[in-house]
């Protein structure tokens, strides 16, 4: 909890509540997910219609959708998977609170949802090193093991003890 209160100052703090803003929650995930599957998708997919007709009933008007729908289609293949269907749920929630749509797609919402707005600090901080930190994390142990075995430390301790102080004679 001391973590997120101290996320909440500075510019990374803004940069927490601004991810968040755009960060699918699991809840909303689960949301989409559910309403995706009343869609009766094939082979994973909804098509173009199916999800056009759906998303009409936001009452958003024709060019904002497309707008959202350029912004959620990540492989422009003019269908939606369960994950670009629920960008575009999310965007449509954001702009029917009276939020403006980004640019370009923020990188949280490619990800799968966190409930934790500093957890997508760290895990956007990656820069895409894919699976390379759990890795780190698995061999941690041993090397900092074999820091820990006494002998070569004291020695070596020991030895700057008995050094002169630079400079002496």
């Not at 500093?118 to 390379?132: E, Q």
């Amino acid at each position: 909890m001391v973590t997120r209160a101290c996320l909440s100052f500075g510019p990374i703090g803004r940069l927490v509540r601004a991810a968040s803003m755009w960060a699918i929650t699991p809840e909303e995930r689960g949301k989409h997910d559910k309403q995706f599957d009343s869609l009766a998708p094939v082979l994973g997919h909804v098509s173009g219609e199916q999800a056009r007709t759906f998303f009409l009933q936001s009452g958003l008007p024709p060019p904002v959708l497309a707008e959202i729908w350029g912004l959620a289609d990540l492989d422009r293949d003019g269908k939606m998977d369960r994950l670009e269907f629920s960008i575009a749920m999310k965007l449509i929630k954001l702009k029917l609170q009276g939020r403006g749509l980004p640019s370009s797609l923020p990188v949280v919402m490619k990800q799968s949802p966190m409930a934790n707005p500093a957890s997508i600090m760290t895990s956007s901080a990656r820069f895409g090193m894919g699976s390379m930190p759990n890795l780190s994390l698995v061999m941690m142990p041993m090397p900092s093991m074999s820091i820990l075995t006494p002998v070569p430390v004291h020695h070596h301790n020991h030895a700057h003890r008995l050094a002169p102080p630079p400079g002496s004679p």
